[in-house]
T-cell receptor, first 115, second 116 residues
Framework: GAGVSQTPSNKVTEKGKYVELRCDPISGHTALYWYRQSLGQGPEFLIYFQGTGAADDSGLPNDRFFAVRPEGSVSTLKIQRTERGDSAVYLC?????????????FGPGTRLLVL | DQQVKQNSPSLSVQEGRISILNCDYTNSMFDYFLWYKKYPAEGPTFLIS?????DKNEDGRFTVFLNKSAKHLSLHIVPSQPGDSAVYFC???????????????FGKGTKLSVKP
């Protein structure tokens, strides 16, 4: 079956612009996670959804970042007024349910470059 | 302040020998640990996990050891194969954290190179 997909695979934008990153989780997975991986670092937790609701958004760095999952499937990570420091790989993962023991399946990521 | 540390950025091993990747953690609330493998331009792939009630978990060529008193875990790959060459991330989670189920705290990763 299909894994987690993310679009676009690469995004180049200018400082100050708005971007949207999309994640299609594995069908039937109720939990969806967003992580950010900067160069030389491990993935860093941003936010996770259980169903349609954001159960924990404590990892979002500031209010320029926002994520939605209106129908409990596809999620969009939105970044306003992008800054050069936002450049990173944004990873999405899904799991059957939100629990540590459930395997998280990652997508290939979206590489965001802010010029 | 890093809660999960992988102090070796890289490791090179000969094919057929054992690879040992190490990971230390500081947060005593962590009670579930995982290893992920990552190839370039792909997302991390789950490899093996261990609960804090165990000290060893084995799956084929991969074994994870957990030393809770030392807050240390290691991943052993025996025998190592060239296809194992990848970046390996150690991750930790807390099953019993109130309200924050499942988000993983990752180390910086160790790049393993297995030479033929």
């Amino acid at each position: 079956g299909a894994g987690v997909s993310q679009t676009p695979s690469n995004k180049v934008t200018e400082k100050g612009k708005y971007v949207e990153l999309r994640c299609d989780p594995i069908s039937g997975h109720t939990a969806l996670y967003w992580y950010r991986q900067s160069l030389g670092q491990g993935p860093e937790f941003l936010i996770y959804f259980q169903g349609t609701g954001a159960a924990d958004d404590s990892g979002l760095p500031n209010d320029r970042f926002f994520a939605v999952r209106p129908e409990g499937s596809v999620s969009t990570l939105k970044i306003q007024r992008t800054e050069r420091g936002d450049s990173a790989v944004y990873l999405c993962a899904s799991s059957l349910r939100a629990a540590s023991v459930e395997t998280q399946y990652f997508g290939p990521g979206t590489r965001l470059l802010v010029l | 302040d890093q809660q999960v540390k992988q102090n070796s950025p890289s490791l090179s091993v000969q094919e057929g020998r054992i690879s040992i990747l190490n990971c230390d953690y500081t947060n005593s609330m962590f009670d579930y640990f995982l290893w992920y493998k990552k190839y370039p331009a792909e997302g991390p792939t789950f490899l093996i996990s261990i609960s804090s009630i165990k000290d060893k978990n084995e799956d084929g060529r991969f074994t994870v050891f957990l030393n809770k008193s030392a807050k240390h875990l290691s991943l052993h790959i025996v025998p190592s194969q060239p296809g194992d060459s990848a970046v390996y991330f150690c991750a930790a989670s807390a099953i019993s954290y109130g309200g924050s189920q499942g988000n993983l705290i990752f180390g910086k990763g160790t790049k393993l190179s297995v030479k033929p």
